[in-house]
């Protein structure tokens, strides 16, 4: 069965440090999204991809970067984590727009 | 930009009674409602969706409601079980127009069922 995988589940690491976050899909699907989710404030969109060679940034994209290689993968950077980046990250991705939105099982980052 | 604002924050039921959540969205250009079924330690997982062309959904105990008009929507589920025991999101989807795509979504609702 076509999936999407996130990894780490959980991570730990240091403020200044960079951080990658892994996502993997094999729908093949060419619309794929980055969120955090936090108490208070449900789920929040980073950045997102159309598809290969395109990404966009969502509504709290800063300290985050994305590229898109391939279909399948849609990796996530924190390039220096800071403590407000605590937090559980989910990736999705959909067929096309208005599509069902896939989820992964997110990833939990502490920073501390 | 898409605003959704999503009650009760928490809803608390006995087991067989009904629940339901409501959802308000602002922007009229929306068009497609899904609501997401979160359990401790996963994503959030499609349970049903709406399009702005109908006015109401069904899928055995769940039913989903949307008024246009009034740009609400809401998730009803019947005869609830313990597994209905979640975390339970509402979305809307904004159009694009240049702007961020993806889905706004509601903070949540954690609901619980009574033995």
């Known amino acids: 069965d076509a999936e999407i995988t996130q990894s780490p589940r959980h991570k730990i690491t240091e403020t200044g440090r960079q951080v990658t976050l892994a996502c993997h899909q094999t729908w093949n699907h060419n619309n794929m999204f980055w969120y955090r989710q936090d108490l208070g404030h449900g789920l929040r969109l980073i950045h997102y991809s159309y598809g290969v060679q395109d990404t966009n940034k969502g509504e709290v994209s800063d300290g985050y970067s994305v590229s898109r290689s391939n279909t399948e993968d849609l990796p996530l950077t924190l390039e220096s984590a800071a403590s407000s980046q605590t937090s559980v990250y989910f990736c999705?991705?959909?067929?096309?727009?208005?599509?069902?939105?896939?989820f992964g099982n997110g990833t939990r980052l502490t920073v501390t | 930009g898409e605003n959704v604002e999503q009650h009760p924050s928490t809803l608390s039921v006995q087991e067989g009674d009904s629940a339901v959540i409501k959802c308000t969205y602002s922007d009229s250009a929306s068009n497609y409602f899904p609501w997401y079924k979160q359990e401790l330690g996963k994503g959030p997982q499609l349970i049903i969706d709406i399009r702005s062309n109908v006015g109401e959904k069904k899928d055995q105990r769940i039913a989903v409601t949307l008024n246009k008009t009034a740009k609400h929507f809401s998730l009803h589920i019947t005869e609830t079980q313990p597994e209905d025991s979640a975390v339970y999101f509402c979305a809307a989807s904004r159009r694009s127009g240049g702007g961020a795509d993806g889905l706004t979504f509601g903070k949540g609702t954690h609901l619980i069922i009574q033995p």
């Open positions: 999705a991705s959909r067929a096309g727009r208005g599509s069902p939105l896939h």
